[in-house]
Nanobody, 124 residues
Framework: QVNLVESGGGLVQAGGSLRLSCAAS????????SGWFRQAPGKEREFVAA????????RYVDSVKGRFTISKDNAKNTMYLQMNSLKPEDTAVYYC?????????????????WGQGTQVTVSS
């Protein structure tokens, strides 16, 4: 079992940047594929990015490609989401997720482990 805690959310102007962190406790992060999802008010939860256990494979939703970068530091048991060129439509609660099997399961939203979320608000 792994516990996930997100941090780094906040209020930023359009065009600005934020870096989200997801700290894992329990088993080491190297045992999990992991990723980020987001949910805006009145909308369904949306996949944002995923990264493999070793960090060698990454996947992104088209709307964030070229602006967001997912990474992980297994030694620190932490995953990151660097968000640049933020837009008002990026406003949402961002959740991290971890799966012991595969990046594909993360992307499909099948991860058994989820954090509580961190709010990101982008003002125009």
């Amino acid at each position: 079992q792994v516990n996930l805690v997100e941090s780094g959310g906040g209020l930023v102007q359009a065009g600005g940047s934020l870096r989200l962190s997801c700290a894992a406790s329990g088993r080491t992060f190297s045992s999990y594929a992991s990723g980020w999802f987001r949910q805006a008010p009145g909308k369904e939860r949306e996949f944002v990015a995923a990264i493999s256990k070793t960090g060698g494979i990454t996947r992104y939703v088209d709307s964030v490609k070229g602006r967001f970068t997912i990474s992980k530091d297994n030694a620190k048991n932490t995953m990151y989401l660097q968000m640049n060129s933020l837009k008002p439509e990026d406003t949402a609660v961002y959740y991290c997720a971890a799966d012991p099997v595969s990046t594909s399961r993360v992307q499909a939203g099948l991860s058994p482990y989820w954090g509580q979320g961190t709010q990101v608000t982008v003002s125009s």
